[in-house]
């Protein structure tokens, strides 16, 4: 028989209750009070009702934002995740190179992100960026302030070199937990690499890259720092992505109501993913235990 | 609490969420249960079903309100059926 939950053990929690409540509830209500009322400043308050939430759900702005935001994630995932594994492949197994590997891999993981945004900044400027000079001098018209598509390539790009080392780490520590014995049975049978990837490696792999998946995702679905540093979110809007335009609305032009209403649905969307990653997350974690 | 902008019904609302949250921890300790498997096919308790009904209502609340457009309390009628289901098939 299995065990009862005893959820006494709850009332340990109370003290980070408290800071959080502080630090995340108190504040998180005051948003759902915005987002209910108009206000001129003053800390003087009007009722609004619903409003705010049918404006932005009416709004293009808003689903232009997200769609952006969704193909932005998109693009990452199906370039981060098959990347990472393609690395963690060929990431030498053991001794000096392994460790070597593994420490280079990890520098780009602890930059932090209003540095990586420079770094690219800087990178791909015309004038003194390495990339953008170079590629300039191939002839190649390349301004990510003026041009959408090299925009969107150079911050994809520069999301890519931050964090495909995460997924990398990653499946290398799936890779590292396949005992030899299976790939020895691999060899008996005269299994191909393709035989070898497709029926040992992947879903040995599969907890470690659900992991990956989900992680990339929501980072990148919150993803603000480095897009903001690099483009601003131009040319135009064509890099606005949801927490950019969030902050445009809510502290450029000081639009308090809407902006609350914003961020309650865009909480509730990280707060769904979140609960989705909890759940397969401690799901696989019982499979295995 | 002048900063906060407290209106009744944000009141109310955030009441009725910490007294659902209050009853339901009274309701895990008096009477301590086994997680069972749903129709998710994942482990949840009552809680966890508390949370599924809660964020299921916010989404079905805004699809109303974007869809629909009127009369906003008829989506706490389907959040009601709703939260029924998931207690008890989840």
């Given at each position: 028989?299995?065990?009862?939950?005893?959820?006494?053990?709850?009332?340990?929690?109370?003290?980070?209750?408290?800071?959080?409540?502080?630090?995340?509830?108190?504040?998180?209500?005051?948003?759902?009070?915005?987002?209910?009322?108009?206000?001129?400043?003053?800390?003087?308050?009007?009722?609004?009702?619903?409003?705010?939430?049918?404006?932005?759900?009416?709004?293009?702005?808003?689903?232009?934002?997200?769609?952006?935001?969704?193909?932005?994630?998109?693009?990452?995932?199906?370039?981060?995740?098959?990347?990472?594994?393609?690395?963690?492949?060929?990431?030498?197994?053991?001794?000096?190179?392994?460790?070597?590997?593994?420490?280079?891999?990890?520098?780009?993981?602890?930059?932090?992100?209003?540095?990586?945004g420079?770094?690219?900044?800087?990178?791909?400027?015309?004038?003194?960026?390495l990339?953008?000079?170079?590629?300039d001098?191939?002839?190649?018209?390349?301004n990510?302030?003026?041009?959408?598509?090299?925009?969107?390539?150079?911050?994809?790009?520069?999301?890519?070199w931050?964090?495909?080392?995460?997924?990398?780490?990653?499946?290398?520590?799936?890779?590292?937990?396949?005992?030899?014995?299976?790939?020895?049975?691999?060899?008996?049978?005269?299994?191909?690499?393709?035989?070898?990837?497709?029926?040992?490696?992947?879903?040995?792999?599969?907890?470690?890259?659900?992991?990956?998946?989900?992680?990339?995702?929501?980072?990148?679905?919150?993803?603000?720092?480095?897009?903001?540093?690099?483009?601003?979110?131009?040319?135009?809007?064509?890099?606005?992505?949801?927490?950019?335009?969030?902050?445009?609305?809510?502290?450029?032009?000081?639009?308090?109501?809407p902006?609350?209403?914003?961020?309650?649905?865009?909480?509730?969307?990280?707060?769904?993913?979140?609960?989705?990653?909890?759940?397969?997350?401690?799901?696989?974690?019982?499979?295995?235990? | 609490?002048?900063?906060?902008?407290?209106?009744?019904?944000t009141a109310?609302?955030?009441?009725?969420?910490?007294?659902?949250?209050?009853?339901?921890?009274?309701?895990?300790?008096?009477?301590?249960?086994?997680?069972r498997?749903?129709?998710?096919?994942?482990?949840?308790?009552?809680?966890?079903?508390?949370?599924?009904?809660?964020?299921?209502?916010?989404?079905?609340?805004?699809?109303?309100?974007?869809?629909?457009?009127?009369?906003?309390?008829?989506?706490?009628?389907?959040?009601?059926?709703?939260?029924?289901?998931?207690?008890?098939?989840?």
């Open positions: 028989m299995e065990k009862t939950v005893n959820q006494k053990a709850w009332f340990l929690v109370l003290p980070v209750l408290l800071l959080v409540a502080f630090s995340a509830v108190i504040p998180l209500m005051t948003v759902v009070n915005y987002s209910v009322q108009d206000t001129f400043g003053n800390n003087q308050f009007f009722w609004a009702g619903l409003e705010w939430f049918e404006e932005m759900l009416a709004s293009e702005r808003m689903w232009d934002a997200l769609g952006r935001q969704l193909m932005f994630s998109g693009i990452i995932l199906a370039i981060e995740v098959p990347l990472g594994i393609f690395v963690a492949l060929n990431m030498p197994k053991s001794g000096f190179w392994s460790s070597f590997c593994l420490v280079l891999m990890s520098l780009p993981l602890l930059i932090p992100w209003n540095v990586v420079t770094i690219w900044q800087i990178f791909g400027r015309v004038d003194i960026g990339l953008g000079h170079t590629l001098a191939l002839g190649i018209n390349y990510y302030t003026q041009d959408t598509v090299a925009a969107w390539i150079t911050i994809v790009v520069m999301d890519v931050h964090w495909t080392s995460l997924v990398a780490l990653l499946a290398y520590a799936g890779l590292k937990s396949i005992p030899e014995a299976y790939y020895q049975a691999a060899k008996i049978d005269q299994a191909s690499r393709w035989k070898v990837f497709r029926y040992i490696e992947l879903p040995k792999m599969m907890g470690v890259l659900m992991i990956a998946v989900l992680l990339r995702f929501m980072d990148s679905f919150m993803i603000y720092t480095e897009p903001f540093v690099v483009t601003g979110g131009g040319p135009g809007n064509a890099t606005t992505l949801l927490s950019i335009d969030l902050v445009k609305m809510a502290l450029g032009q000081f639009d308090l109501g902006a609350a209403a914003f961020s309650i649905m865009y909480f509730l969307v990280i707060l769904l993913i979140s609960w989705v990653f909890y759940t397969v997350m401690t799901n696989l974690d019982k499979r295995e235990g | 609490m002048d900063w906060m902008a407290w209106t009744w019904p109310i609302f955030f009441i009725v969420i910490a007294s659902l949250l209050i009853t339901f921890t009274i309701l895990a300790i008096k009477f301590p249960e086994t997680p498997t749903g129709i998710l096919r994942i482990e949840t308790t009552r809680g966890d079903r508390l949370f599924i009904t809660l964020l299921g209502s916010a989404f079905i609340n805004l699809a109303w309100l974007g869809l629909v457009g009127a009369n906003q309390p008829f989506a706490l009628v389907i959040c009601l059926i709703y939260a029924a289901a998931v207690f008890r098939w989840v």
